[in-house]
T-cell receptor
C-alpha cells in the first residue's frame, strides 16, 4: 500500500471549516483513499473514502486532485467534538484488505 | 446496540499469565480484524479473518492465537504475557473490503 504524509497537527476555530491535507504521491490506480479519525480513548471511526471523484457524506467532504497524488478532507463546520487524530490511509482492498495507519494529524478545534 | 463489542474493556495481569480478549460484531460482516495500538499510539494490524479463515497474519509472535468460532466472533488468546504486550487492542469488522468498523478497545496492562 502507498505511503501517506500528513501534517502533525492543525488548529481550527469552532464553526469554521477544517481542511486536512494528505499527500500520497505513490498511490496506485486501484488504491482508494480512506479517512478515519480517533477521538481520545476511542476506537478509530470511519469518515469517508474515494477513488477518483470527490465525495461527500453527512460527516465530511473528500477532495482528490486529478493526478490523485494528494487529497483534502473538509469538515465544513468544525465543532469541539471534532477534536481528534485524523488518519489518511491508502489501500487497495481485495482479499488482502488492511488499513496501514500512519501518525495522522491531531486536529484541535478551539472555542 | 454496540456494533463491535470487546470484552473486557480493561485487563490488568501479571507477566507470564495467559489471557483472552473477546470480540463480537452484530453487523453481519464477513471479515474481522485485530489491531494493536502501542504506547506511541501507532496502530498496526495483527490478524484478519474472512468467513472464519485466517487471511492476514502480520508477523505476530505465535504467543498470540486468534480464534474465530463463527463469522460474528473473533477472539484473541495471548500466552505467556510479556511487558511489551501492554497496549490497546482493537477489534474491527467489515463487509469484505468495505470500510471497517472498530470496537472501543481493550486496554491491556502487564505488571
Amino acid at each position: 500500500d502507498a505511503k501517506t504524509t500528513q501534517p502533525t497537527s492543525m488548529d481550527c476555530a469552532e464553526g469554521r471549516a477544517a481542511n486536512l491535507p494528505c499527500n500520497h504521491s505513490t498511490i496506485s490506480g486501484n488504491e482508494y483513499v480512506y479517512w478515519y479519525r480517533q477521538i481520545h480513548s476511542q476506537g478509530p471511526q470511519y469518515i469517508i473514502h474515494g477513488l477518483k471523484n470527490n465525495e461527500t457524506n453527512e460527516m465530511a467532504s473528500l477532495i482528490i486532485t486529478e493526478d490523485r497524488k494528494s487529497s483534502t478532507l473538509i469538515l465544513p463546520h468544525a465543532t469541539l467534538r471534532d477534536t481528534a487524530v485524523y488518519y489518511c490511509i491508502v489501500s487497495s482492498g481485495g482479499s488482502n484488505y488492511k488499513l496501514t495507519f500512519g501518525k495522522g494529524t491531531l486536529l484541535t478545534v478551539n472555542p | 446496540d454496540t456494533a463491535v463489542s470487546q470484552t473486557p474493556k480493561y485487563l490488568v495481569t501479571q507477566m507470564g499469565n495467559d489471557k483472552s480478549i473477546k470480540c463480537e460484531q452484530n453487523l453481519g460482516h464477513d471479515t474481522m480484524y485485530w489491531y494493536k495500538q502501542d504506547s506511541k499510539k501507532f496502530l498496526k494490524i495483527m490478524f484478519s479473518y474472512n468467513n472464519k479463515e485466517l487471511i492476514i497474519n502480520e508477523t505476530v509472535p505465535n504467543r498470540f492465537s486468534p480464534k474465530s468460532p463463527d463469522k460474528a466472533h473473533l477472539n484473541l488468546h495471548i500466552n505467556s504475557l510479556e511487558l511489551g504486550d501492554s497496549a490497546v487492542y482493537f477489534c474491527a469488522s467489515s463487509p469484505g473490503s468495505q470500510p471497517q468498523h472498530f470496537g472501543d478497545g481493550t486496554r491491556l496492562s502487564i505488571l
